[in-house]
């Protein structure tokens, strides 16, 4: 079949994170990313023994998400589901970084956090690190996406989709603050075209197939479960009014 302009669906996990997915919904997931050569289906980690045997062969990764989506558990706890979740079949997972840590100013624990996944599935295992960028200002992303890099992991990720959007000028800020060595996946109310401009590597949509089959996309994605508009009192005052 006719690929994307610029190899767009290379660029792309398909993603299916409802709480209400069947196992019919799965199979529908893996069997579009065969289809238009998609990247990697991105599923709770109950799905991804299945997803690993229906996509045997066919160059589409598995990749599971870790600590989702609050990323409040404890750091052995997402070790230990990232390691399940290798052993299941995924080779990449994105797991999100306790934001709790951050926003306190606890980097160390942040730290900790990343550091028991990387450490714990290999360096054979692409980790990405969701730092819900919606949540944070200016300088907490930079602080967030510095220790993300010096923990060893290959991907700094902006959202889960539930709580606030990526915009192209958090990717551009990730960009400039973990240089041209690590990847970027911008997920969460996207229009897909300008955040790759940005400097993304890779995009996390519900909509990839609707994105491949019209070239262009003309509207944002917005999965199922995303907060549409969060509340200003849920946003730190440097994103309701602008960051400084």
Request: hydrophobic fraction near 45%; charged fraction near 25%.
């Amino acid at each position: 079949m006719t690929r994307a302009p610029e190899n767009l669906a290379a660029r792309i996990d398909h993603t299916l994170l409802r709480a209400d997915a069947t196992g019919e919904d799965i199979d529908r997931l893996c069997d579009e990313a065969k289809r238009f050569h998609f990247a990697a289906v991105c599923v709770n980690p109950t799905w991804v023994a299945r997803c690993a045997e229906r996509l045997k062969d066919s160059g589409v990764l598995v990749c599971a998400v870790v600590g989702f989506p609050l990323g409040a558990h404890l750091p052995e706890v997402k070790a230990l589901e990232a390691k399940r979740a290798v052993a299941d079949g995924a080779a990449e997972v994105d797991m999100v970084a306790d934001l709790g840590a951050l926003k306190s100013g606890h980097d160390a624990r942040y730290d900790r956090d990343i550091r028991a996944v990387v450490s714990e599935v290999g360096p054979a295992v692409t980790v990405k690190v969701v730092l819900e960028t919606a949540r944070l200002g200016r300088d907490e992303i930079v602080r967030a996406a510095e220790i993300v890099k010096a923990a060893g992991a290959k991907f700094v990720k902006t959202s889960t989709g539930f709580a606030g959007e990526a915009t192209v000028d958090d990717v551009r800020l990730l960009r400039e603050t973990v240089g041209s060595a690590m990847g970027i996946k911008a997920s969460g109310g996207i229009r897909t075209r300008a955040l790759i401009e940005a400097g993304a590597t890779r995009i996390g949509t519900s909509s990839g197939v609707a994105i491949v089959s019209g070239g262009e996309p003309a509207s944002v994605d917005r999965p199922a479960g995303e907060v549409l508009e969060p509340h200003p009192l849920t946003l730190p005052a440097s994103r309701a009014g602008g960051r400084s």
